[in-house]
C-alpha cells in the first residue's frame, strides 16, 4: 500500500516523506509486494525533445509520475524516446498540471522517458522495487 499526501499548494508527496502540514492524504494499493518506494523528480531542460527519467540503471516494478503544480507548463508525456508533450504533435501518455497521477509496469526507469510542454518543466512520481 501506498500513502500519498497532497499538500495545501497541491503538490503530491509519498507518506513518510511528508514533514509539513497535511492537505488531503489518498492510498493507492497495488498487488504484490513491494520493498522500497522512492521518489524523484525530474527537470526536462528543453520542451520538446524526450529526456530519460533515470540517468543510470535504476529496477523497479512500477512507476507512478505527476505534474507538481509549481512545475513550469501544464503537460508532459512519458512513454519511449519518441515521446512528445508538443500541442499538435502529442505522443505517449499525457500528464496534466493537478491531475491524478499515472501509473506505469515497467522493469526499469532509464526505459522511461519524459517531455514537457515547457522547457524546465518537472516530472515528479515515485518507484515500487
Known amino acids: 500500500m501506498l500513502i500519498l499526501l497532497k499538500d495545501k499548494d497541491n503538490d503530491i508527496h509519498v507518506g513518510k516523506e511528508w514533514q509539513g502540514e497535511a492537505g488531503k492524504a489518498f492510498v493507492i494499493s497495488f498487488p504484490g509486494g513491494h520493498s522500497t518506494i522512492t521518489s524523484f523528480t525530474k527537470t ?10 533515470a ?8 512507476v507512478m509520475v505527476y505534474i507538481p503544480i509549481s512545475s513550469n507548463g501544464s503537460v508532459a508525456a512519458v512513454g519511449d524516446s519518441s515521446t512528445k508533450a508538443t500541442s499538435g504533435s502529442e505522443q505517449g501518455a499525457l500528464l496534466y498540471k493537478a491531475n491524478v497521477p499515472t501509473i506505469i ?12 510542454d515547457t522547457s524546465g518543466g518537472r516530472i515528479c512520481g515515485v518507484y515500487l522495487s
Open 44 to 53: 526536462i531542460t528543453a520542451a520538446g525533445t524526450a529526456e530519460r527519467l
Open 55 to 62: 540517468a543510470s540503471s535504476t529496477p523497479c516494478k512500477r
Open 105 to 116: 509496469e515497467i522493469d526499469d526507469l532509464t526505459n522511461l522517458f519524459g517531455d514537457v
